[in-house]
């Protein structure tokens, strides 16, 4: 089974969360494909949606 995750933006500006403990910038409306899962993955917070392997990134919670 393959733990592989989709991050997608569905945002207007960049959003940043850190991978194995550095700094990833994911740009508006970008995706982006990590094959080892969430082990190593933070993501801060913000609006978010989660379908099977995909997640959507949305704006910021306010």
Sequence with gaps: MSNQITIRSDRETDYVFQYKGKDVTLKAGG?????????EVVLPTCAMKIVKNLIVIKNDVK
């Design 31 to 39: 995706i982006l494909s990590i094959a080892d899962g969430l082990d």
